[in-house]
């Protein structure tokens, strides 16, 4: 055979080649069925299921009367305990990266603590001892409801958690943007403010909108305070009725609709937010 | 007449043993071009980083049209915005349009409004040959055009010296003319520029003089001519032999 070996590499070449036409029809011959979003329906009907029950059966009639009225609370301790926590994390974040070094190891410190105590203990301390404390040296004791203190406490936890989102996000940003702003005569504010963090919100944002789902969740830990949201009317109801089945029944589906409803919510909010970005990845 | 940049005895050590640059004094007289070789690791980059202060010299003094930017009480933001630079990695704003990339720093520095800013950028897109990418994203534009982008966002600033901080090495070879074209119409207009670059066939067309440097310490300057074919020193002689062996 006439120039034998670069034949029989190209004969060769063109055997492992030939694999790649039946791994590419495969893949555009996937089936439709396939690619359906069957957990979701899963997911809708476990609701509809939960919810037909917890609406029509007789049973459920006096655990809805009893826990309802504690999803306003839940919700608004959310929002504000992730308010609270967004304000918290964005001093302690940009602590962190800041030059300032007391700035830095203090947001450092408080971050390490947080972390490194369970969120439970860690409610107890803050809403049951810390924060009565500090009102006390403030000269007005107990003037902090126990619902607030409690919102307090889980914000202050997730403060410390968000912070380091926000750290990681500036971080994720590369070091020539600050340096291409800064040669351009902007100040380090300046290019923090219109280079740095719009970036970084897309980085940030994500793993934020996480933590707003796992806050809703762990508001129930505020029931151990004695806050009337869901998981503590839950309880209350339960031990009171011996409806148990029925009182936990309709809790959890009160949360997973709650859930479910935010995690929607948010990702539509950031479809929007990334809609305005096109052409950029 | 006294230098548009004066390095006098500059030197930077990272982590207090790495001597990148080790005792520099260069002067850059206003409208010179001058051209800055180098080995890898030389540390011309950071000479280079040097007159902007974006590298901050553990001593010497850096003087800038009759300024010293080490002394503290010299407004540094004020002195970069009258000196622009053009990074190896184009660094622009991915999140801004080329635009606004170059409206920014008009707007927030110069204190220019919108409209002026974007007159100002339009006339500076056309310049560097591309106006109709305008409202592009950096994503949507080759190496090469985003380059001329950056060169368009520095220049809007009406700077009176311009850095290129290796600005070819990014790019793909098919690329690295229309920038250099660029840099060297740039050249011919009288601006002050020190240029980092690889580019021996550039520093010839476009230098007033080369300064070669090696293990942070200026080794030879002169024209380009002199140094790529007459070199004096044996360090030299063994760079340009390596680099202009093709």
Same mark, same amino acid.
């Given at each position: 055979?006439?120039?034998?070996? %670069?034949?029989?590499?190209?004969?060769?070449?063109?055997?492992?080649? %030939?694999?790649?036409?039946?791994?590419? @029809?495969?893949? &555009?011959?996937?089936?439709?069925?396939?690619?359906?979003?069957?957990?979701?329906?899963?997911?809708?009907?476990?609701?509809?299921?939960?919810?037909?029950?917890?609406?029509?059966?007789?049973?459920?009639?006096?655990?809805?009367?009893?826990?309802?009225?504690?999803?306003?609370?839940?919700? #608004?301790?959310?929002?504000?305990?992730? =308010?609270?926590?967004?304000?918290?994390?964005?001093?302690?974040?940009?602590?962190?990266?800041?030059?300032?070094?007391?700035?830095?190891?203090?947001?450092?410190?408080?971050?390490?603590?947080?972390?490194?105590?369970?969120?439970?203990?860690?409610?107890?301390?803050?809403?049951?001892?810390?924060?009565?404390?500090?009102? &006390?040296?403030?000269?007005?004791?107990?003037?902090?409801?126990?619902?607030?203190?409690? @919102?307090?406490?889980?914000?202050?936890?997730?403060?410390?958690?968000?912070?380091?989102?926000?750290?990681?996000?500036?971080?994720?940003?590369?070091? =020539?943007?600050?340096?291409?702003?800064?040669?351009?005569?902007?100040?380090?504010?300046?290019?923090? #403010?219109?280079?740095?963090?719009?970036?970084?919100?897309?980085?940030?944002?994500?793993?934020?909108?996480?933590?707003?789902?796992?806050?809703?969740?762990?508001?129930?830990?505020?029931?151990?305070?004695?806050?009337?949201?869901?998981?503590?009317?839950? #309880?209350?109801?339960?031990?009171? %009725?011996?409806?148990?089945? &029925?009182?936990?029944?309709?809790?959890?589906?009160?949360?997973?609709?709650?859930?479910?409803?935010? %995690?929607?919510?948010?990702?539509?909010?950031?479809?929007?937010?990334?809609?305005?970005?096109?052409?950029?990845? | 007449?006294?230098?548009?940049?004066?390095?006098?005895?500059?030197?930077? *050590?990272?982590?207090? $043993?790495?001597?990148?640059?080790?005792?520099? !004094?260069?002067? /850059?007289?206003?409208?010179?071009? /001058?051209?800055?070789?180098?080995?890898?690791?030389?540390?011309?980059?950071?000479?280079?980083?040097?007159?902007?202060?974006?590298?901050?010299?553990?001593?010497?003094?850096?003087?800038?049209?009759?300024?010293?930017?080490? !002394?503290?009480? *010299?407004?540094?933001?004020?002195?970069?915005?009258?000196?622009?630079?053009?990074?190896?990695?184009?660094?622009?704003?991915?999140?801004?349009?080329?635009?606004?990339?170059?409206?920014?720093?008009?707007?927030?520095?110069?204190?220019? !409004?919108?409209?002026?800013?974007?007159?100002?950028?339009?006339?500076?897109?056309?310049? /560097?040959?591309?106006?109709?990418?305008?409202?592009?994203?950096?994503?949507?534009?080759?190496?090469?055009?985003?380059?001329?982008?950056?060169?368009?966002?520095?220049?809007?600033?009406?700077?009176?010296?311009?850095?290129?901080?290796?600005?070819?090495?990014?790019?793909?070879?098919?690329?690295?003319?229309?920038?250099?074209?660029?840099?060297?119409?740039?050249?011919?207009?009288?601006?002050?520029?020190?240029?980092?670059?690889?580019?021996?066939?550039?520093?010839?067309?476009?230098? !007033?003089?080369?300064?070669?440097?090696?293990?942070?310490?200026?080794?030879? *300057?002169?024209?380009?001519?002199?140094?790529?074919?007459?070199?004096?020193?044996?360090? $030299?002689?063994?760079?340009?032999?390596?680099?202009?062996?093709?």
């Amino acid at each position: 055979m006439a120039g034998g070996p %670069s034949l029989q590499s190209a004969g060769k070449y063109r055997g492992e080649d %030939s694999l790649l036409p039946y791994t590419k @029809i495969r893949n &555009e011959s996937e089936p439709p069925w396939k690619n359906q979003p069957y957990w979701a329906y899963i997911v809708g009907l476990v609701i509809l299921a939960m919810g037909i029950k917890v609406f029509v059966d007789v049973d459920y009639e006096l655990a809805r009367k009893n826990i309802f009225p504690g999803i306003w609370l839940t919700i #608004r301790a959310t929002i504000i305990a992730f =308010g609270l926590a967004l304000l918290i994390s964005l001093i302690v974040g940009l602590g962190q990266i800041s030059k300032n070094v007391v700035a830095k190891n203090l947001s450092r410190a408080y971050i390490e603590i947080v972390r490194g105590i369970p969120v439970l203990p860690l409610i107890f301390v803050l809403a049951l001892v810390i924060i009565p404390d500090i009102s &006390e040296a403030a000269g007005a004791p107990n003037s902090v409801p126990t619902d607030l203190r409690a @919102i307090l406490a889980l914000a202050m936890i997730y403060g410390a958690y968000m912070a380091e989102i926000i750290r990681g996000g500036v971080q994720s940003i590369p070091r =020539g943007q600050m340096e291409a702003g800064r040669a351009l005569g902007l100040s380090s504010r300046a290019t923090m #403010r219109s280079v740095i963090f719009p970036q970084a919100a897309r980085a940030i944002i994500p793993p934020m909108a996480n933590d707003f789902i796992a806050i809703l969740k762990d508001t129930s830990l505020l029931s151990i305070l004695g806050v009337l949201e869901i998981t503590r009317r839950a #309880r209350q109801y339960s031990a009171s %009725s011996f409806k148990f089945p &029925e009182a936990f029944f309709t809790m959890t589906f009160v949360y997973l609709t709650l859930v479910i409803g935010l %995690s929607i919510l948010l990702s539509m909010f950031e479809r929007r937010f990334n809609r305005d970005r096109v052409g950029e990845r | 007449m006294s230098p548009m940049i004066e390095l006098r005895n500059v030197r930077k *050590t990272f982590n207090k $043993t790495i001597h990148a640059v080790a005792g520099v !004094d260069l002067e /850059v007289a206003e409208g010179e071009v /001058v051209v800055i070789v180098g080995p890898s690791g030389s540390g011309k980059s950071t000479v280079l980083r040097c007159i902007n202060l974006l590298e901050v010299p553990t001593s010497g003094d850096v003087i800038v049209d009759g300024r010293s930017l080490m !002394d503290a009480s *010299t407004d540094l933001d004020e002195a970069r915005a009258e000196m622009g630079m053009v990074f190896q990695g184009f660094n622009l704003f991915p999140h801004l349009t080329v635009l606004d990339n170059i409206t920014l720093a008009q707007k927030k520095v110069r204190g220019r !409004d919108t409209a002026e800013a974007e007159r100002v950028a339009h006339e500076q897109l056309a310049r /560097v040959g591309i106006p109709e990418k305008a409202d592009s994203y950096p994503r949507q534009l080759s190496g090469g055009q985003q380059q001329r982008v950056a060169i368009a966002r520095s220049l809007a600033m009406n700077p009176k010296i311009m850095l290129f901080d290796e600005p070819t090495s990014a790019l793909d070879p098919e690329m690295i003319k229309e920038v250099l074209d660029v840099i060297v119409e740039l050249a011919a207009t009288g601006m002050t520029m020190v240029v980092v670059t690889h580019e021996m066939g550039f520093a010839r067309a476009a230098a !007033d003089r080369v300064v070669f440097i090696d293990e942070g310490l200026i080794v030879e *300057t002169g024209p380009p001519e002199d140094v790529f074919t007459n070199p004096q020193s044996d360090r $030299t002689k063994a760079f340009f032999d390596k680099i202009l062996a093709y």
